[in-house]
């Protein structure tokens, strides 16, 4: 699993690639985390266009960044993604956290829920 | 009891590089059923979690064996049992209960809420120090329409 | 004996849908070896070649179980085994000859050879009545020319 | 595995779609020498242009038909076959009866060697 982290406005856009499991999440996991702890941005987007299977351990990513950076002042949402991991979001109620944005879905910033 | 129209058993040790391979053998074995993608993905998240669960609960303290059989039935039903011979569920009820889990970090303790949306029937059986035995039952309806009732 | 760094064991019915569900069963295991498109076509063809032997000549006069075992080395070492308990092989060094078959038809009689040069060493083992054991044996470069000695 | 049969010129071109093993080869087989019994054609082209995977079972598809045909005084040749599957026919010497051309090769008519 890649990913890469690129400005946005006043966002980070993190650009999630491959599988999302157990097995790799721990490394998106440190990578996001590290960037918020260097970097401190205000806003952090998880771009899931590229992730090609996700299981409940992106329900724990999405959940542990969102309570790391709700403490730190700093929104999450989450975009692109696909319907087969929204229905798994869904499931565990992320969407009364987080703005979930589906794949095609427009609506300009996606930070917007946790901002209010 | 039905007979499968193809079965198969696989047998992996508990690495977490194997959860990916796990996904890909039940899927490739059910793919003759000619699954939706809904469905294929459904299969596989449901594999996904009981195969994680084996690594990261039941060979927690060390390496173990995973079993997984996958039954084929007429009707487009698949059958997919995950087996360990870890440590076992103290009180299978409460391990499905959703947000129940015995491990903190990023583990959400919604495996078996998952398997459970994703499937049509899920199969419980543990034993303390014996180990467990998952079992996800799915018809697929599959993506030629007129297979449906 | 080296230990290898990951196992899979399959066992699987004679059936000859279940020849391309072998193939993708070993090469998706062998993927993390990051072997080129060659490479991975040798191992799939190797492994097709034993596999229909088992269902058209070890258990020719019915159904029987197919059992592969893959194991992964550091170096990029892949060894396949494939066994079954079907008729065996009565000369096995005869039965190795290019162009020797004991079936007519389009049987070529070229399956050990096919496997012989798709792969670094074939092992036969095999015992009349009890069964016959191919082991395949590969040493993938990888994609990773760097892996090179 | 998929077989469709085109004329093209004097020849019968019989595209092959899938993977080439003993499971799928006696549904090929049945196509291309039903065909050929009912049409009667002088050349017989298999196009392996869409042929994703093959073992020796294709050795013998194409053995089988070159004999078949033969006898039939009609020529059979092969094309466009990925390095793979040019690879197993030629350790099989089907080089020497049939003409194989891999993908990307030109050449026109692909019966010559055939019609010597
Ligand atoms: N194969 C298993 N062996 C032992 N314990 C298990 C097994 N599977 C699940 N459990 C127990 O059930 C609990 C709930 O599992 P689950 O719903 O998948 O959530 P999670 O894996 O996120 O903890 C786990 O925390 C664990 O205590
Ligand atoms: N698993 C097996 N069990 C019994 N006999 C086998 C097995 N594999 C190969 N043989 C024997 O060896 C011969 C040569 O095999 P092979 O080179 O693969 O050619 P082919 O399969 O085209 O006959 C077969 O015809 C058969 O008699």
Same mark, same amino acid.
Request: charged content about 25%; proline content about 3%; hydrophobic content about 35%.
């Given at each position: 699993?890649?990913?890469?982290?690129?400005?946005?406005?006043?966002?980070?856009?993190?650009?999630?690639?491959?599988?999302?499991?157990?097995?790799?999440?721990?490394?998106?996991?440190?990578?996001?985390?590290?960037?918020?702890?260097? #970097?401190?941005?205000?806003?952090?987007?998880?771009?899931?266009?590229?992730?090609?299977?996700?299981?409940?351990?992106?329900?724990?990513?999405?959940?542990?960044?969102?309570?790391?950076?709700?403490?730190?002042?700093?929104?999450? #949402?989450?975009?692109?993604? #696909?319907?087969?991991?929204?229905?798994?979001?869904?499931?565990?109620?992320?969407?009364?956290?987080?703005?979930?944005?589906?794949?095609?879905?427009?609506?300009?910033?996606?930070?917007?829920?946790?901002?209010? | 009891?039905?007979?499968? $129209?193809?079965?198969?058993? &696989?047998? @992996?040790?508990?690495?977490?590089?194997?959860?990916? %391979?796990?996904?890909?053998?039940?899927?490739?074995?059910?793919?003759?059923?000619?699954? !939706?993608? =809904?469905?294929?993905?459904?299969?596989? !998240?449901?594999?996904? =979690?009981?195969? !994680?669960?084996?690594?990261?609960?039941? %060979?927690?303290?060390?390496?173990?064996?995973? %079993?997984?059989?996958?039954? &084929?039935? +007429?009707?487009?039903?698949? =059958?997919?049992?995950? *087996?360990? *011979?870890?440590?076992?569920?103290? +009180?299978?009820?409460?391990?499905? =209960?959703?947000?129940?889990?015995?491990?903190?970090?990023? *583990?959400?303790? @919604?495996?078996?809420?998952?398997?459970?949306?994703?499937?049509?029937?899920?199969?419980?059986?543990?034993? @303390?120090? $014996?180990?467990? !035995?998952?079992?996800?039952?799915?018809?697929? $309806?599959?993506?030629?329409?007129? *297979?449906?009732?």
């Amino acid at each position: 699993m890649q990913v890469h982290i690129e400005t946005e406005d006043a966002a980070a856009v993190c650009y999630l690639d491959g599988e999302l499991d157990h097995h790799n999440a721990p490394s998106v996991r440190e990578k996001i985390d590290e960037y918020a702890v260097g #970097s401190t941005p205000k806003h952090i987007i998880l771009d899931f266009g590229g992730v090609t299977f996700m299981d409940s351990s992106g329900i724990g990513l999405v959940m542990g960044r969102y309570k790391l950076l709700s403490a730190a002042n700093c929104t999450l #949402s989450v975009r692109n993604l #696909s319907p087969h991991a929204y229905k798994v979001m869904r499931l565990a109620g992320l969407d009364a956290l987080v703005t979930l944005q589906k794949r095609g879905e427009k609506g300009g910033k996606q930070y917007a829920k946790a901002e209010k | 009891m039905q007979k499968p $129209k193809n079965e198969v058993k &696989l047998q @992996l040790d508990s690495r977490s590089v194997n959860e990916g %391979y796990a996904r890909v053998a039940v899927s490739a074995f059910a793919a003759v059923l000619d699954p !939706t993608v =809904e469905e294929i993905n459904d299969i596989r !998240t449901a594999v996904s =979690e009981a195969v !994680t669960n084996c690594i990261v609960h039941a %060979y927690r303290n060390g390496m173990g064996k995973i %079993y997984i059989r996958v039954r &084929l039935f +007429d009707g487009g039903k698949i =059958e997919v049992q995950i *087996r360990d *011979r870890g440590c076992g569920i103290a +009180d299978v009820q409460k391990a499905r =209960e959703p947000l129940f889990t015995t491990l903190g970090g990023d *583990r959400s303790g @919604l495996g078996f809420s998952v398997m459970e949306s994703f499937c049509d029937r899920v199969r419980v059986r543990s034993e @303390l120090g $014996k180990g467990t !035995t998952v079992t996800l039952i799915k018809t697929v $309806k599959g993506r030629d329409a007129s *297979r449906e009732p």
